[in-house]
Each structure stands twice: as C-alpha cells, then as structure tokens.
C-alpha cells in the first residue's frame, strides 16, 4: 500500500523536476528518446518502517544501459511517504560520487521514559531518504526511498559545583557541571552537543517571590512556561569551559535571604533534550545568603594543620623552640558555597593589615607557600589571607612564641608507665621494679638526680612535661604503658588534614622538635592494642595500617599521615601488632591468618643485614639474642612459654611486615628505616616471624653530620635514636644494661 501511494506522488512530482532540470546541472541534448534513464537500487540500509540509530548507513548502487552514471543525488526529508511535505522534493538535491554515506538525522520528538530504564528519556523521529542516479547526459532514475524511524536516549547532566550538601551559597556562584549523551544505552556515551540554562528566584505562577512553591515541579510539568528564561544553546566544548561552568552574581544580583533555583538542559547532535529535572541532580534550588569567607587551612611540617574560616583576629598559639626553620603552606576552597579563590597574600609581624607594603608579597592566586622563615627568639605573628571572588576574606593567624631550648643536662627520664603493687603472674612490674630498673639504667650517667631528672607522669594527674622542660635535656628516655591516659598519647598524635577543625588550639609533638633540634630520644613501651607509634592514630585504625593510607581513614585519599612522627622521624611505613583489631576476608592478604597462639614472641634477634655504613653496623656490642628475663618466665607467670595460652610475650608492636608490605604494592621500605631487633615468632608460619620489632632512628644523625661536612655550624652531638616496641623490662636485664651502655657511649653520657 505505501509503494502505491509514494508511486503516484513521485509519478506526479516527476514531471516538474524534468521540467526543471533545464535549471540544473547535466541539461538534457539531443532526443531524449535516444537515450535511457539509469537505473539504481538500494543494497542496504535499514528496513523500510524499520527503528534504527539517529546515524544510518545507507549503501546504494546503479548502472547506465546505454552509458555511465555520472553522480547520484540523495534528499533525506521529514515524515514518512505519507506525512512529509512533497515541495521538499522540488528543492535542490545534494550530490555524491560515493556509493554509501552515513547520514545523521535529527530524532527530537515523541519524548517519554525509555522502557529499559526510565531515569533516561527517549526520542525518536521519522525521516524518508530519497537517491537517483544522473546520468552524463543529464538523465536522472527513478527514485528509490527508504522510510525509517531514528532514535536517541536524550543526554543527562549533572551539576557538581558548587560541592558538599550545603545549599546556602554566597552572592557570587560558580556552578560546574558534566553532562553524558547515552547515544543507544547508558554504556555506548558521549559528550552532549551543547547546554542551556536558567536561573530564577523562586515565584510562583504570578511571577510573585514564593519560597513554598514547588518550582521544580512546575518546571517538570509546564517547561513551555519557562521558555522565555533560558539562556541561548552553549556549545558543551567552548572555548574558555563555558559550556561546563558559569557565574551568578557576577553580572546578576542574587538579593541575600532569597531562594533561588538553577537548571540545567541538554541536547545532543540528534536534537534530543533533556525533559526531566531533578533536584540536586540537573537542578540546585538555594538560599543565598552572607558568608563568613573561604575556608583556609594552613600547614607546617612540625606545627601540623589548623582551619581558619572567617576575618577573625584571634591567633593561634603555640612555642617554639628557637631555630626552628618554619615552612609554611596552606590550600583554600570556597567551593562548598559556589565561591572561587581570587588570591592569597602573607606576611610576618604584620601591624596594619591594610597598608600593601606590610605583606610580604603582592596578592596573587599563585601564593601558597611562604619563604622558609627560622627565630631564635621574640614572639611572632605568621598571617594569611585569602579572598574569593565575592571578596569575602579569610585570615589564617598563627602567633609563635620562641622559649629556650638550651638542652644543657645530660639524661631526662620521662616515666609515663604507671604501676601498682607487686603482680604474682608478673604481667606487669611492681612500680617499685619498674623504677629500681630504670634509675639503674639512668645513673650510668653523669650528674643524673632523680629529684631533678626524672617526670612521673602519674604524679602529674598524667600531664606531658612542657616543652621548656623537654628543651633543658640533651637526651630523652620516655617509657611509656599501652593506658589511654599517657601522656605519651597525648603528644604524638597527628590529626590528617581532612580531620582538622576549626577554631582548635594548635597542639605542637616536641618530641618531633626535639629530634629535630638535634636531641637523641629513646622510646619503649608496652604496645598490647594501643601503647606504641600506633597512638599516632586520632582513632584506632584496623590491623596492619599504613601512616601513609589509613591515618584518615582506608577510605580517605588524604596522605598527610606522612607528615605524622613514626612516618616522618621514626621512618616506619606499617604498624602491626601480636594482639588487636585485624583486617579480615578479602581486606587480609591471602593465605594469612592471625593467631596469637602462633604471632606470640619467644625471642629476639638482632638484625642480620649489616651492608651499608650505619644502622646497626655501628653498635656490634648489642647482644645478638634478646630472651624474656627468668623473671617473668617462671612456672607461674603468665608469659612463661610452656603456658598453652598466651605460651608467649604479647605487648609488641611490629614494622613494616613484609606479608602486608607485598599485599598492599608497598615495594619497600623507607631509605631511613633501619632495623634493630627482629622477632620470632612461636611459630615459622606466623606472619610476623622474623619481622622488626625495635628501630635505630638516624634521619637526624645524617641530617648533621651533612651540616658539619658542608661546614655550617652545629653545637650538637650527632648521634642516632633508638625505639622498642616493647617494654625492655620483661627482657633479660643484664642484656639490657649492655644495650643502654653502648648507646650511652654514643650519646657520650656514659659514666665509665
């Protein structure tokens, strides 16, 4: 039936495009009558009435009875035979010499949910293609046609900027977004064509301000009522990503306290648009409102991080040793309120913030570190500012007062490994004990008074001793207990810098300062859970952790923790332990499993690998083997090793364990990481056998003794630190003494 009917259109049209051929290429000479039409066919393409792709291959072909083909002509119109307009036909016709082309056809009407997957809208549209060949005397075929319906999934797009949940933005926004084009389904995408949008206050059908009015809605079911507010078609490739962002309030006025709404719209190269809009998705409806500033977090290696939001005035405190270099950086968003950083100025000392020749430099949106600054003494004031492009400002203030450091005595004991009484199964010494051990191993050096130089911190209500007291000693021995009351716990943590507040006190490890004015520390403890470098962690992380990756959070990208003491002076990568919260099923590496029956420790050996200059080359008075003392080994003590549980020493803490080093691609371990002492375990199966339980720290030793070879002054000893993870106590004593004489040696307070 639709061959008949196209057959008496096409027979009805001919006459007149014979008639006017006479105005087109290839003019008829001679007697028509000498001369036969040529012939074409269709050899593919889609089935007549059939649906297919807004792109369509079309492949034809012909001959000339009686000569040669010269060019064929083709027209691809609206409608099927019966419903497009014939006076198409009289229009001039393309040319091509080809005999297959691929043709984009609009598919832009009929919108509805796509029967697959409603979240997406459909289109379609029908078109008619039309081909006749010509021949070189100008004589054209019978048309041949095809009729088909095209379709598309309209593109969808996404509004990602401003960030965050908040829907309070400033009076200045920028919105940034990303749009995909499914061509034929979700997975076959590409970029869509072009973009509009609008924005408004929210009114209601009046035109009058009405925050409860359901605009969005009304959007969704009225969009021609909105027509007259869109902006013009975007390319979605301009130049200059003003087809993936703009700006309100720059040339708009955003009235404060108003609700407001944004949408977005998008069409592909087929002419599909899109027809739904959701909230938070295409659509961000908002209030606008005043904004304290960006929020700004400034960074320094051995100050940490702390958040500024706002131009309050109030400093930050904290002390300083002096000659301390301070490097300081900082980052800035207003990204959560639709805001963009204009620039970032600072300066030292700064008196009048308004005079441009107090600030160290020019305001630039360049500037985000600051020139390497070191005190020796005074108080000083460190500022930042930065300002967004609606010229809301952000002070960052930090007020640093330089205290004397002048690390004149020989020996500090820092006894943070509070005791009772004494303990028939020897899990822990008596206090008495405990001090008796250490006072022995401390007044192996000279002029060392136990009413002077020790810091019980118990006697404290578990307060750290302050920094000027630290700054009075040269060497620090701190013991500390796996209590949540430690003072230990309180000076090592770090906070990541997706964990900072703001508004917070900053809070300074001296303990890295000490290290790194050039003091020689020594750290042990008891590590069961927590005690350890494991209290670096704001919260307990699950076991083995990584400083680098799990100190926000395993899912965090956040890294600072490389800024955190046992990554950055300790150089330990993974912390483990016998005893805690593991990591388990897929999370665990494969063929592991924990077990404190098998992870529990016998012994200890020092460490084998003696290649390289330092480390543990240079100590080969240390004992080759570190056995739990005949004190807590005996038939009724709770670590004796014939005891089926735990038949073992538990409170150790490991580094770096290979097992979990390989799991995680982490290829090795820090240059400074030096082994001291390695563990067995009870069993060789256990993953923790033969791993690092005790570390020589010589980042700072190296540090100076570089300063000294390029002839800088240095008033300090050089000399390596030294961490256990373990309570030195438990182990036999006389081993013990031999360890703490040799590092005394070279520490250079040993009282021979």
Known sequence: MRKILISVMIISFLAAAVMLAGCSDGVYTGNRNENEAPELWLSSGPVEGDTTGYQVHFYWSGWDPDGEIDFFEFKVVDGDPIGFDPAVLMEEWPKTWGHDSVFSVPADENPRPWEENPLYTKYDKTHTFFIRAVDLDGKRSELAYRSFTAWTLAPTIKIERPIGTSRTYSTVITFGWTGIDPIDGPNNKQDPDSIRYLWSQVVNKEGIYDPSFNIIADLNLNPEDYEAMWSPWIFYRAEGDSGRETMLGDDEILELNRSHIFALMAKDDAGAVTSVFQKDRNVRQFLVSFKSGPLLNVSELYLGSNKFLGPDMNYVQTDLPPGVPLNFNWTATAEDYGGEIQSYRYGWDIQQIDDPSQWDVIASPFIKTAEPKTYYSGVHRFLVEVVDNGQKITYGKIEITIIPFSMERNLLWVDDYPLGGYIPLMTDPSEEAHDMFWVDICRRTPDFRVDRDVYDVSSQNAKPPEMWQIGQYANIIWTYSSSISTAWRKVIPFTPESMVGTGTQLTVNYLSLFLAKGGHLLTSGRADRSGGLIDAFVQPPLLPASFKFDMAGTTSEDTSGVNSMPY????????????????????????????????????????????????????????????????????????NPQRPNPGGFTYVEVYDPQYWMVFKGIPWSLSCFNPMYRMKARSTISPLDYQTVAIIITRYRKSFEADIEAGKPVTILPADSFHFGFPLWFFEHDKVYQIMDEIFAKWQILDE
């Not at 543990?616 to 008075?621: E, H, N, Q």
């Open 568 to 639: 950055k002076d300790y150089c330990v990568s993974v912390v483990d332990k016998v005893v805690g919260q593991f990591h388990s099923g897929e999370d665990m590496a494969p063929n592991v499993s924990r077990s404190v029956a098998r992870d529990v420790l016998t012994y200890m050996v020092k460490e084998t690998d003696i290649s390289g200059d330092d480390g543990i080359v240079d100590y080969p008075g240390f004992p080759d083997t570190l056995q739990l003392d005949d004190l807590v080994t005996c038939s009724t003590c709770f670590f």
